[in-house]
């Protein structure tokens, strides 16, 4: 069977993508996946997810391609990082400060470890849902400031993180970028990466064109990806402004939408002229 439109690689988002609504990696997803491998394709995941928690996801789909992590501040293959960009801690302070005395949660991703400065009913259900217990750092002592970090999460009403945000953002939107990876998730990485330059990255590395590429999300965070690709899928749960910018828009959600896509895109002769709109017939 021929690759539909010469797509070579996809690459999904995972949380709100290609997991299930229960966070859950289906088994009729991994079986398209494994079908999409079989004819010569090539797939991969770009997640803010670190990899800690990406990684039982990694092993399940058997991915031995580069992943994209932290919102592609970090890229890794075979354990193993290749290209990552941090920054010290102590180039937010203000900003960190500021959340935390205002109740929001600060999450600060340094390589395994995922540091908090105290437990919110916020931090309770990532820990939950990540399956990851996040170490307490004090505040107070400040020794938090030294650590070099891939990306940090405001976490908690996402009006009063961004309110901060753009309150320090003549400081900080020099060398960041912040946008909303969930509801209630303002992440905040160097302005160097995002998911959109990491899939260029691992594209180069594979020789792959960028006319060759699907990439499949959910929120704004992958927004960059459709910037890159040739097709830009999003699926049917997926933000206002995602629906927006897709290509086309799956009529199903989560990782039954990616199904979709790459059963019409990646998997069979169809010819896409313009964008799809939701519900359009197959």
């Known amino acids: 069977m021929i690759i539909e439109q010469n797509i070579r690689l996809v690459v999904s988002d995972l949380d709100g993508t ?7 990696l289906e088994t009729s997803v991994l079986q398209t996946i494994e079908s999409y491998r079989a004819q010569g394709g090539y797939f991969t ?34 354990g193993q990082v290749i290209e990552q960009y941090n920054f010290l801690l102590s180039s937010l302070t203000d900003l960190l400060s500021e959340a935390h005395h205002n109740g929001l949660a600060v999450l600060m991703f340094c390589q395994s ?36 970090a891939e990306k940090v999460i405001l976490m908690g009403e996402f009006r009063l993180s961004q309110s ?27 302005k160097k990466c995002n998911k959109g330059k990491a899939v260029a990255f691992v594209a180069s590395k594979l020789g792959i064109r960028r006319e060759q590429i699907m990439t499949i999300g959910n929120e704004r965070n992958d927004l960059p990806m459709y910037a ?29 939408g990616v199904i979709e896509v790459m059963e019409r895109f990646a998997m069979k002769e169809a010819f896409m002229s313009g964008k799809k709109n939701k519900g359009d017939d197959a």
Request: aromatic residues 10%.
């Open 18 to 24: 290609l997991l299930s609504a229960s966070n859950e």
């Open 45 to 78: 995941i770009a997640t803010g997810r670190p990899l800690v928690t990406a990684m039982p996801i990694v092993k399940k789909l058997k991915i031995d391609l580069p992943i994209i992590l932290c919102n592609g501040a970090v890229i890794v293959q075979s």
């Open 113 to 148: 470890h995922v540091y908090i400065f105290g437990h919110t009913s916020d931090t309770v259900v990532y820990e939950e849902k990540e399956v990851i217990a996040c170490e307490k750092l004090s505040f107070d002592l400040g020794k938090w400031r030294e650590l070099q």
């Open 164 to 190: 901060l945000w753009e309150k320090q953002c003549s400081v900080t939107k020099s060398r960041f970028e912040a946008f909303q990876s969930e509801y209630n998730y303002l992440e905040i990485v160097d």
């Open 228 to 256: 890159y690709s040739r097709i830009g899928a999003a699926v049917a749960n997926s933000r206002e402004e995602l629906l927006q910018a897709a290509d086309y828009i799956c009529s199903k959600p989560y990782g039954q």
